[in-house]
């Protein structure tokens, strides 16, 4: 095992199972659900979710935002139904479709116990069938000895974890220990997990327009609810959803700070967001970038139950000075409307197999992989090639990627706007064009600020881009076989 030793840093996280209060420790909450006990540690909350006939049918975890009224939840979260017979339904209805933020639901509804994630998995959980115990990461279900026997060096190695790798689907770096999929529930009875969203095909929206108007609305609500309750700070780079978000912020912009990290290796968002900083007189800074030490990358990374190991893991100290505010806004999510796993060539009925995608991630390809993609693609066969390619990106790479991390900065409450039902529906709604062409944030920004369009979008437009793209390669090789696997091979 490449790691000195197993942390086990509760803050910010949850487990639950059977019998858990017992092994409780000092500093957390506990709430007894249907025979199962869910401990939760600060800076964790959890909000009540109450029915209209005034039963308790949940759980929320996390930073839920209404983004009908414009508000942060927070304690109890009132319904105005029912659950009835169509539980799927009903969460949807009720919990996916009105709120975004960053949350985990916890249904109890007579027998029925069900984990459902937010539309983008942005707070990660695994589970171990065998012990039928879920938790936010693996070092909360397995001790010291376990976490160790128990660790896929081998897989870890052969996905290179520590340089960009990920594992995809609902694998991990522990055997027997695996990550519930964004769109997918968890039964706390048969513990299994199953889709619950898309069940059938997206209809195609006929007023593309109105549509990315839709997203539009929802990620100005999130941010709106957001500077209501706390101060925020917005991420801001040269790329596309960095200048979505600085358009729907125009008229709160004076309210907000902008900000990024000062990483000469990201020339182009450097240049970009100075740029953007002055030409629009946001009140903006570039925070320093700053080197975790081992011992800081070790906590790190066990609070990810080592499946991540990137530069994140090595760089993560840079944003620590945003714990000072309430929020930090940033745009991840934008890719699901981008068509980021298209090719050229592609058209809706183009088949695809289990190994074909796996080289899409941009992955090496290894047998338990394609095992974990090919099940996972079984449950996307009623739908056209664009969309399943479209949920690989979210389900595959994006929530299992970007988010494997939830809960390595517990002090600095990161939330993605553009990460919600809303938006994603919206999103895969659009007609193949406008998601090949990523139309939906150039209406977005031609509507809310149309002078943002002005400045080029991730691009000095001269011959640096050039230079820049081979000072990468030059950094870490591996990048350019990864993104030769993706669109070639």
């Known amino acids: 095992m490449p790691y000195n030793e197993f942390i086990q840093d509760v803050r910010g996280q949850f487990v639950m199972g059977r019998g858990e209060a017992a092994r409780s420790a000092d500093d957390a ?85 069900r984990i459902y994630l937010d539309a983008g998995g942005t707070m990660s959980a695994v589970y171990d069938p065998e012990q039928r115990r879920v938790a936010a990461t693996t070092p909360l279900l397995l001790d010291a000895d376990a976490y160790r026997e128990r660790f896929d060096a081998e897989l870890h190695a052969f996905l290179q974890v520590p340089r960009e790798g990920w594992f995809p689907a609902s ?177 809706a009925t183009t088949s695809i197999d289990a190994r074909a995608l796996t080289t899409r991630l941009g992955m090496p390809v290894h047998p338990r992989v394609i095992e974990a993609v090919g099940r996972w693609l079984e449950g996307t066969r009623q739908f056209d090639t664009f969309l399943m390619l479209d949920l690989a990106f979210l389900e595959l790479r994006m929530a299992p990627w970007a988010f494997a991390n939830s809960y390595g900065m517990p002090d600095v409450r990161h939330i993605h706007p553009l990460i919600s039902r809303s938006v994603f529906e919206a999103m895969v709604s659009l007609p193949p064009e406008w998601r090949r062409k990523g139309l939906m944030t150039t209406e977005i920004v031609n509507h809310y600020w149309p002078e943002l369009g002005t400045v080029r979008i991730n691009s000095f437009g001269d011959y640096r881009d050039v230079l820049q793209i081979l000072r990468r390669v030059a950094n870490d090789p591996t990048v350019i076989a990864k993104k030769f696997r993706r669109k070639f091979a």
Request: hydrophobic share 40%; aromatic share 8%.
């Open 29 to 113: 909450s506990v709430i007894r659900l249907n025979e199962l006990d869910l401990l939760h540690f600060e800076p964790c909350p959890a909000t009540e979710v109450i029915d209209a006939a005034g039963n308790r049918v949940g759980v929320l975890l996390g930073h839920p935002i209404d983004l009908v009224e414009q508000k942060v939840i927070r304690k109890r979260y009132l319904l105005s139904a029912t659950v009835g017979n169509d539980i799927d339904g009903f969460v949807e209805t009720h919990i996916h479709a009105p709120l975004g933020g960053s949350f985990l639901f916890i249904l109890t509804h007579g027998s029925t116990r």
């Open 171 to 347: 694998l991990t770096a522990h055997h027997g220990v695996f990550r519930i999929q964004a769109n997918h529930y968890l039964d706390l009875d048969s513990w299994q997990q199953r889709r619950h969203w898309p069940m059938a095909p997206v209809p195609q929206a006929e007023d593309p327009m109105a549509a990315s108007q839709q997203a539009g609305i929802a990620v100005q609500s999130s941010i709106a609810a957001m500077q209501e309750a706390d101060s925020v700070a917005v991420a801001l780079t040269g790329g596309n959803e960095s200048r979505l978000l600085l358009a729907v912020c125009r008229e709160r912009v004076e309210e907000l700070d902008f900000c990024m990290v000062d990483n000469r290796s990201q020339a182009v968002d450097h240049a970009l967001s100075l740029e953007l900083a002055q030409r629009f007189d946001l009140r903006h800074r570039f925070l320093p970038a700053v080197q975790a030490t081992p011992d800081e990358q070790e906590v790190y990374l066990s609070r990810a139950g080592h499946c991540i190991g990137d530069a994140r893991a090595r760089n993560f100290p840079s944003v620590a000075p945003l714990a000072d505010y309430g929020y930090f806004v940033n745009g991840v999510g934008g890719g699901v409307g981008r068509g980021f796993f298209w090719r050229g060539g592609d058209t």
